[in-house]
């Protein structure tokens, strides 16, 4: 990627973009699709930063421009690329359109800054509109579901066992011996292995212990002849 450099005197949350009238930056900042695409079809760099490392994306998401960001996802921007902070594009935005434009191309909705941050916290500090934070609080409430269903036993996924074709039965039990197996651990696996073998083994010594005990001998009754 290419690192476009601004004279000293440029400022990212300046309002005077004379001075970097042919980038492609300038076009995002100020909504101008016309010479965005022109200067696209001429083989500007669609990943252009700034010194503070952002692209294009990330400055419609943070000016809200869907048109603009549609045209650069359309060309291929990266919807996770982190400036020099590590904020994503979805880090800026503060639009329910912006947002749903990003999060279909691919953005990470939990990705996190270089302080931990993710999009949601960033986007709350900020006082984004609670509509454009319902879109991010409802896809972590989906994700939750989801976790606390993966993490139960597969008892209620193997109701639909009956249309799972042949040889569900064999499946269903690796399966279960999979997630019993992950769910014990390494440590806590090979302690109930060595408990089940010394458990066997003893079983064993007392079945060979009995049968070595046993009477074999064949009784001779001795009686006059």
């Known amino acids: 990627m290419r690192t476009r ?9 300046s309002e005077n973009y004379s001075e970097i009238p042919d980038s492609i930056l300038q076009q995002c900042i100020e909504g101008d699709t ?16 700034d010194r503070r490392g952002r692209t294009g994306l990330h400055w419609a998401a943070i000016r809200g421009r869907d048109e603009v ?10 919807p996770v690329s ?20 990003l999060i279909e191309s691919g953005a990470d909705p939990y990705a996190r800054n270089y302080r ?18 319902n879109i991010l609080e409802d896809m972590e409430e989906e994700d939750d579901v989801l976790s606390m ?14 249309t799972a074709g ?7 039990v690796r399966s279960l011996w999979y997630e019993f197996c992950m769910d ?8 109930v292995l060595l408990v089940i073998l010394c458990v066997s083994l003893y079983l064993a010594y007392a079945v060979t212990g009995l049968a070595k005990h046993r009477d074999t001998r064949i009784p001779v009754h001795t009686g006059e002849l």
Request: proline share 5%.
């Open 149 to 162: 269903e993966d993490s139960a036993y597969p008892l209620m996924r193997h109701r639909q066992r009956k």
């Open 34 to 49: 016309c010479s965005l695409r022109d200067m696209l079809n001429k083989g500007s760099d669609v990943e252009e930063r």
């Open 82 to 101: 982190s400036d020099n902070l590590g904020n994503t594009p979805l880090h800026y935005c503060g639009h329910a359109e912006t947002i749903n434009c």
């Open 184 to 191: 014990l651990g390494a440590e806590r696996l090979v302690l």
């Open 69 to 78: 960001m549609s045209m650069l996802l359309s060309w291929h921007a990266d």
């Open 5 to 13: 450099r601004f004279p000293s005197n440029y400022s990212a949350s």
């Open 116 to 133: 931990g941050q993710t999009p949601l916290t960033l986007m709350s500090r900020r006082g984004v509109d609670q509509s454009a934070l």
């Open 166 to 172: 042949p040889g569900w039965k064999l499946r269903t």
